[in-house]
């Protein structure tokens, strides 16, 4: 950038402030994190300039300071201006804690009203939001932070759980906390907590499944727990007008959730499952190091449909005639999915086991973590590894029974799932699934090669 656009840059910024002091915010955040411009501009990573705006640690820092200087200029002191510092930058180059904390005094200086620290930049490699990072792990550091500090400092990054925000202020690590996603999952995260309500609250699993990479794909964000997240105009559920007898079979997730709107919406709602619990392949999913969370929405919905007189029927496997004899008005069939077993030689060999056997414990997870190959890649695969991995790292005395058969090699199944109703179509060579034969068409229509997505050349 020449001189003159950093300068018009820095006017822009204070431009953009004005424009939202104008239409009646209170305040705005200036973004100096992530790896975005006052960032770069921040780290000799990025910053290789040989003027006054790069080289020493006070000329990398210009620009930020000049940025918040300008809209504080702009905007005046009764208008808030957060700071979004990078606390910690997580990749090569970046700002040791000298810079870091010389950069928020000088903000401070500069008339920034409160700084939120964010950790790790887009590029980073360590993990900072996701379903592995524990609750509130970067605490510690924003503590250290504010003790260098004389204006406010907010905690920030899987704080999910009004318990976890109050134990941080209560320790005065910060002065306020925020949460991004946590009200996405739930919106009335604040009105529970506030009422007592906490285990009512819709936790975000930090999934990011539909939230950020739908970000980064270019596509509207919502929510994996809460898909009314920015769908609010859209998906309206009112209540009935005429009120029916619902039978909804399976307490999966998609069985859960339709049980408690149909009962909220003022249906009569029955919900049965054969299991003993609520919660489907989420029982499995809780199981899987780094994925505890989801317990969480089992939680959640055990309230919400307790709150909403949903009759539970668990334990007790329903038959279409035992529908049929009790006389419903709408029979919903959420029964989920079930692990595909590929049809490969030895396939039944006794140290060939599917990722259910291992995850519930019905096949020991010593003998598949000697030395094993999966069969199949994705998410469940990976799963698999993140279990066989703390296995490996848990102590032998721990881990082993006395006696046991070493074998040389386990093969785990790790296969796709495939859906139980009868009404999905399936692919006559491979197997794939209807949704996986639109790819297939897709792609003929394309006119490029027509291979299957499960992996197999289906022509
Ligand atoms: C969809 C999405 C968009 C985000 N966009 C921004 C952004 O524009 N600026 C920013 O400072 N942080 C952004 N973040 C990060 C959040 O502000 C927050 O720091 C992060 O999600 C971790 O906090 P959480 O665990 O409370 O969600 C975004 C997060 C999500 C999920
Ligand atoms: S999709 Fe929902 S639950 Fe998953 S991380 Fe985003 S906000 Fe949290």
Redesign the pocket.
């Known amino acids: 950038m020449s001189e003159t656009d950093i300068l018009q840059t820095i006017e822009d910024y204070a431009q953009a402030a004005c424009l939202a002091q104008d239409a009646g915010y209170d305040g705005v955040e200036v973004m100096g994190a992530e790896g975005y411009l006052i960032n770069q501009f921040a780290v000799p990573r990025t910053n290789q300039r040989a003027d006054e705006w790069g080289g020493s640690t006070a000329n990398r820092a210009r620009f930020a300071t000049e940025v918040v200087r300008r809209v504080h200029q702009r905007t005046g002191s009764s208008f808030l201006l957060i700071y979004r510092l990078s606390m910690l930058d997580l990749v090569e180059g970046g700002g040791t804690w000298d810079e870091i904390t010389f950069m928020a005094r000088e903000i401070e200086a500069a008339g920034a009203s409160i700084v939120n620290p964010y950790v790790g930049w887009h590029e980073a490699r360590v993990p900072t939001i996701a379903t592995m990072v524990p609750r509130a792990a970067f605490v510690t550091l924003t503590a250290r932070l504010k003790k260098e500090l004389k204006f406010p400092v907010v905690a920030s990054n899987r704080i999910n759980d009004p318990s976890v925000a109050e134990e941080i202020l209560a320790r005065g690590d910060a002065d306020l906390v925020s949460m991004a996603?946590?009200l996405?999952?739930d919106p009335d995260f604040v009105k529970k907590a506030i009422s007592g309500r906490a285990l009512e609250i819709n936790t975000?699993?930090?999934?990011?499944?539909?939230?950020?990479d739908q970000a980064f794909a270019g596509r509207v964000s919502?929510?994996?727990?809460?898909p009314f997240?920015c769908n609010e105009t859209e998906l309206l559920i009112t209540a009935t007008v005429q009120k029916k007898r619902v039978a909804v079979v399976g307490a999966g997730p998609a069985g859960m959730a339709c049980a408690s709107t149909a009962a909220e919406r003022g249906h009569e709602v029955t919900l049965f499952d054969s299991g003993s619990k609520i919660g489907g392949q989420f029982n499995l999913a809780r199981k899987i190091p780094g994925k505890e969370e989801f317990a969480e929405s089992l939680r959640f919905y055990r309230n919400r449909l307790a709150n909403a007189n949903v009759r539970m029927e668990l334990g007790r496997r329903v038959s279409a005639a035992d529908l049929v004899r009790s006389h419903f008005d709408e029979v919903v069939l959420a029964t989920g999915v079930t692990p595909r077993v590929r049809d490969l030689p030895g396939v039944d060999h006794p140290k060939v086991v599917s990722y259910i056997d291992i995850i519930e414990g019905k096949k020991s997870r010593v003998l598949a973590s000697r030395s094993s190959a999966r069969v199949a890649s994705g998410s469940m695969s990976q799963s698999f590894s993140l279990i066989l991995n703390t296995e490996r790292t848990t102590p032998p005395g721990n881990s082993r029974r006395s006696g046991e058969l070493i074998f040389p090699l386990t093969i785990v199944v790790v296969s796709s799932l495939s859906a139980r109703s009868s009404r999905v179509a399936k692919c006559g060579c491979c197997n794939a699934a209807q949704s996986e034969l639109g790819k297939v068409s897709r792609r003929r229509q394309a006119g490029s090669d027509v291979r299957c997505s499960v992996g197999a050349a289906c022509t």
């Open positions: 996603r946590p996405l999952a975000c699993i930090a999934c990011n499944q539909a939230c950020l919502s929510c994996l727990v809460n997240a």
